[in-house]
């Protein structure tokens, strides 16, 4: 049941700590700091490169993927769509890796996106929530995410704990392959174990003008989310979740794209929401926001105490997330675009467990 909460996706967001921590201890050995994965079926130094589907959020989840994969074990990937990919004909290598992502386990288009990749000769590991579900027992190797049941339609803490694993999953090729030194690997791996409690503290804490900017929001007809780096698929989601739920139209972008088209459609009407915590490219994303204040965009900014005080001198609200190493940002940052999703359906009074036209569990093509 929902137990004290007003919807399951309420009760879900409110589980993140606790999936995320059951999550990452499955593949990251506490006490040693040290990756531990089950046997793979590819060996992650001898791929020349990965091939990456899934639809929806989880897609999303391999797009952030693909920046811990080229960053920490130097390996080119792909991803697509499974819509797409299952009628692309992609080249692959004999004996390739290919890896699928899905809560249920049951997706027709990633399924079929599973099936085309096998018989090409992929190798093809599956990150799934549903153990015994068709991909699980369809796929050479399975790595499960330890969600629980998700009863809402809208994925957030299957999206989080997807997100968990596949950060693991890269530490780990990273070691294999000797492309992160073992300081490296115990300093990234201390902060993605750390994510759990960063993640309860926002909950717990509430997030400062969170319920002023659900409500600027919910008053809007088109909605901006901005990113860069893995932040960029976090804008994703956050315009995803936000048009399944709300049925606001919103839009994901990558910052720098702004000035190439998407600028054009900036006013006082069109709420920005920016995802920008401190790191390396910081002053870039500002910058982007800054010209977009200077349009007249009314900036929304998600950050940190690093970032704070220069998004402030142009952005209208700016959100305090805690202080995180840029590697597991996007982790951190998934919540609040999610619980702002959340806010704005509930101020509109849509069915936020049950939005118009979806499906759990999209079993057909
Ligand atoms: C978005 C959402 C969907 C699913 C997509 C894939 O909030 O829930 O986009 O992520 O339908 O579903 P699975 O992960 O079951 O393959």
């Not at 780990?172 to 201390?190: H, I, P, Q, S, V």
């Amino acid at each position: 049941g929902k137990g004290n909460y007003r919807h399951f996706m309420e009760k879900e967001l409110h589980e993140h700590p606790v999936v995320l921590g059951d999550t990452l201890r499955q593949y990251i050995d506490p006490a040693s700091r040290a990756v531990a994965l089950p046997a793979l079926p590819f060996d992650p130094v001898a791929v020349p490169k990965i091939s990456f589907s899934a639809c929806g959020s989880a897609f999303i989840a391999t797009q952030v993927a693909r920046y811990w994969f080229e960053q920490v074990a130097r390996l080119p990937v792909d991803t697509d769509v499974a819509s797409e990919l299952r009628y692309r004909d992609p080249p692959l290598p004999e004996g390739g890796a290919a890896l699928l992502v899905s809560q249920s386990g049951e997706t027709a288009d990633t399924l079929a996106a599973l099936r085309l990749l096998k018989s090409r000769g992929q190798h093809v590991l599956s990150v799934v929530n549903v153990p015994e579900s068709t991909m699980d027992r369809e796929s050479d190797g399975t790595l499960l995410t330890v969600a629980g049941p998700e009863i809402g339609v809208a994925s957030t803490k299957a999206f989080t704990a997807q997100l968990a694993v596949l950060a693991s999953l890269a530490l780990g090729f990273g070691r294999a392959r000797g492309t992160l030194t073992a300081a490296e690997e115990a300093r990234l791996t201390a902060a993605l174990l750390e994510v759990p409690a960063h993640a309860a503290e926002l909950l717990e804490q509430g997030l400062g003008d969170m319920m002023e900017i659900a409500r600027e929001v919910a008053a809007a007809r088109d909605v901006l989310f901005l990113g860069r780096g893995s932040l960029y698929p976090i804008a994703l989601e956050g315009a995803l979740k936000l048009k399944e739920l709300s049925y606001i139209h919103a839009e994901g972008y990558a910052a720098g794209e702004m000035k190439h088209g998407p600028i054009a459609l900036i006013d006082a009407s069109v709420p920005v929401i920016a995802l920008c915590p401190s790191g390396p490219l910081f002053e870039k994303t500002a910058s982007n926001l800054q010209e977009a204040a200077a349009r007249g965009g009314r900036i929304m900014a998600f950050t940190d105490a690093e970032g704070a005080p220069a998004l402030r001198r142009f952005a209208e609200r700016v959100v305090v997330l805690p202080s995180v190493d840029p590697f597991v940002a996007p982790i951190l940052h998934a919540i609040p675009v999610q619980l702002l999703a959340y806010h704005v359906a509930v101020l509109k009074g849509t069915d936020v467990d049950q939005p118009r036209n979806l499906a759990k569990a999209v079993t057909v093509e």
